[in-house]
């Protein structure tokens, strides 16, 4: 089992910044690829950033793209979202998530992703 938590959501004024972590346990965090999810109220679930074992490979939503970071730090256990000018549509509970590196996925499907973690709300005021 991996256990995933999140941190840093929060209120922040559009064109503002925040950065989201999710802390791993329970099994080696390497062997794990990586992504963030966001659920807005009404909405599905959606694909925002994924990020290989290694951080080798990143991929985006275009949406987010050239706005946000994904990025992973092995030796702490640790994922992190840099969110930088965010705009009111992004408002949504986000989602780290993770899967076995050894499985070859589609890193956009959520049903992809064996481990979630509870989720940390990010609202964006216009």
């Known amino acids: 089992q991996v256990q995933l938590a999140e941190s840093g959501g929060g209120l922040v004024q559009a064109g503002g910044s925040l950065r989201l972590s999710c802390a791993a346990s329970?099994?080696?965090?390497?062997?794990?690829?990586m992504a963030w999810f966001r659920q807005a109220p009404g909405k599905d679930r959606e694909f925002v950033a994924a990020i290989s074992w290694n951080g080798g490979s990143t991929y985006y939503a275009d949406s987010v793209k050239g706005r946000f970071t994904i990025s992973r730090d092995n030796a702490r256990n640790r994922m992190v979202l840099q969110m930088n000018n965010l705009k009111p549509e992004d408002t949504a509970a986000h989602y780290c998530?993770?899967?076995?590196?050894?499985?070859?996925?589609?890193?956009?499907?959520?049903?992809?992703?064996?481990?979630w973690g509870q989720g940390t709300q990010v609202t964006v005021s216009s």
């Open positions: 329970g099994r080696p965090f390497s062997n794990y690829a």
């Open positions: 998530a993770a899967v076995h590196s050894s499985r070859r996925i589609r890193v956009d499907i959520s049903s992809e992703y064996d481990y």
